[in-house]
């Protein structure tokens, strides 16, 4: 079993700053991709920043200079700082990890947490 457990979101006004955490836990053997996703009203799920277990990151055009997705590998743990927040921020953001579990060495899974509500409003 793994569980990921999010947290952070909040209503922020425009021009504010959220930060997101996200820690993996359970049958964990070994962590490869790390990121965060969103998914706002009427919209599909969008990527919106990845980070590799080597430290290769990649982010959302719409977020670049404005959010910093790091990750702590002693700690199973990834954190998406967003800055200069904007109203079209808005959306449910799910944790999502690419992982091998014991038993399952060489099998690489992807899950997601259960989402966390960002509100950009004034």
């Known amino acids: 079993q793994v569980q990921l457990v999010e947290s952070g979101g909040d209503l922020v006004q425009p021009g504010g700053s959220l930060r997101l955490s996200c820690a993996a836990s359970g049958n964990i053997f070994s962590i490869d991709t790390m990121g965060w996703y969103r998914q706002a009203p009427g919209k599909q799920r969008e990527l919106v920043a990845t980070?590799?277990?080597?430290?290769?990151?990649n982010y959302a055009d719409s977020v670049k200079g404005r959010f910093t997705i790091s990750r702590d590998n002693a700690k199973n743990t990834v954190v998406l700082q967003m800055n200069s927040l904007k109203p079209e921020d808005t959306a449910v953001y799910y944790c999502?990890?690419?992982?091998?579990?014991?038993?399952?060495?060489?099998?690489?899974?992807?899950?997601w947490g259960q989402g966390t509500q960002v509100t950009v409003s004034s």
């Open positions: 980070v590799t277990s080597g430290g290769s990151t």
């Open positions: 999502y990890v690419v992982l091998s579990s014991f038993g399952m060495r060489r099998v690489y899974s992807n899950y």
